[in-house]
């Protein structure tokens, strides 16, 4: 005749593992699904942020400064400390012009006038060589990233002092080689990490 202890000793681990095996059948439906309605936009801002995480320190959706939009991505690198923004467009072809009497640069995305994106960077910089203020060795630079859109084959697209981007082409501006060695690297960005909310 089977004591309790014995039942409990043979139905207990079986229990937990028919509970396992069900939770994990529900994470792996869970997970499946939300792969299946992951947009092509979201897959390219999991991608351009792996590989951002690859090339340098990255600090994500920052505030520089209260009155100024927030900052998508900060990425200290060899090459200095990079203010990236990204917009996703769709197939749509890149072109910077100039304006004919004032010689402003023109952002033209799909033959639409997008300069406006450009317009948050002068400020960001300003506020961000304001945190950095006892790191004065660290170039700053922004640089406006379009995943999807068509580029010129031969040209780096800029904008004054900004850089108009595929992610290809500023993956290859983090890794070139600069100022800054790793220590220093890490050592601002952990500045940052601190100063920025």
Known sequence: MR????????????????????????FQAVASYALSTATPVDVGRRRLTTDLEQRGFVLHRRIVRADLPIVDHVVVASSGVWVVAREHVHCARVSVRRRHLTGDPVLKIGGRDRTALLAPFDDQLTALRATLFDFL?????????????????????????????????????????????????????????????
């Open 3 to 26: 004591t309790l202890s014995s039942v409990c000793r043979w139905r207990v681990p079986t229990f937990c593992k028919l509970k396992c095996s069900a939770l994990r059948a529900v």
């Open 137 to 197: 060795d660290a170039p700053i630079q922004a640089a406006l990233v379009l995943p999807g859109a068509e580029f010129p084959l031969l040209r780096t697209l800029t904008a004054g002092d900004h850089l108009v981007l595929r992610p290809a082409q500023l993956l290859t501006h983090l890794e070139a080689r600069g100022p800054l060695k790793r220590s220093r690297a890490r050592e601002i960005a952990e500045a940052l990490d601190r100063r920025l909310a």
